[in-house]
């Protein structure tokens, strides 16, 4: 089979692309996700992956997958964007639905195999990807396949320890990467400072009464101090992360995705900064460190990749 569909489902919306063994995207599709019911998602991803097949045999489909998949690759563990999901059976419940060739993994981890396909990771064996966005997460690219660690749960790269004293966290931890390098921490640090008068020049672009982080960002790049410092703190957090793994692992690729990737150019500083304040000079010398390229193709690019690696057969 030379053409696999690879699917990301999401709270809002299930994206999902065919595409061939060379990484053509031979087509494109997004549907709203139709509710939270966990059988009601299942029916839709089977329409979804019939009517991309067509009226032959339904081709193999991965699918990524918003939340902890259990080791068996089978179930999903929890899915902060499903909140019923717990220790659901997504791939026996797609095999029930007539989906013989199917399977799933964490989102984060198959936008982590896509950039490695696809985007300037491809230039490399081993990459990190980071995504920034309402959280903190990633992925662990080695020898151009995921890394799933021992127990199922590597890549969660937000929850990495930065400052030990720091802010409580999700996780039960404190001072995790995701509280300073989420657009979620961006947003709760400039209306921190906004209330002590700083940031003059942030305000909505939108017609919304919040800003986002696209508006933090305008503030920065139009002269915005204050702004700037904010993004710098988000990227010394990010840098001492990346330096790091950069000690531990020598990776020579870290790409930066996930919503506030645009922002990188205001990152980029800090994270140099700390890289090469932190990590031996070797490594900080030949390490590659940018944006990540894919945007949010690289969800369902991964995930196709991933039904060609594991060559699901039925
Ligand atoms: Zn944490």
Redesign the pocket.
Known sequence: MDQVIGIDLGGTFIKAGLVDRSGQLLSQHKVATRGREFDQVCDQIAEVVREISGPDQLLPACIAVPGGICPDKETISQAPNFPRWNHVKLVSALRNRGLSQVQIENDANLAALGESWLGRGRDFEHMVLFTLGTGVGGGVILNRQIWNGTFGMAG?L??I?IYPEGLL???????????YASATALIRAAKAAQSRGLCPLLRSSSGDADFDVRDMADAARAGDADCQALFAAAGQALGIAIAGLLNAMNFPFFAIGGGVSPAFDLLQGAIWREVKGRAFRQPAQGVIIQAAELGNQAGFLGAARLAFLNKVTG
């Open positions: 969660e937000g929850h320890p966290c999700g996780c039960g931890g404190s001072g995790c990467l995701e509280q």
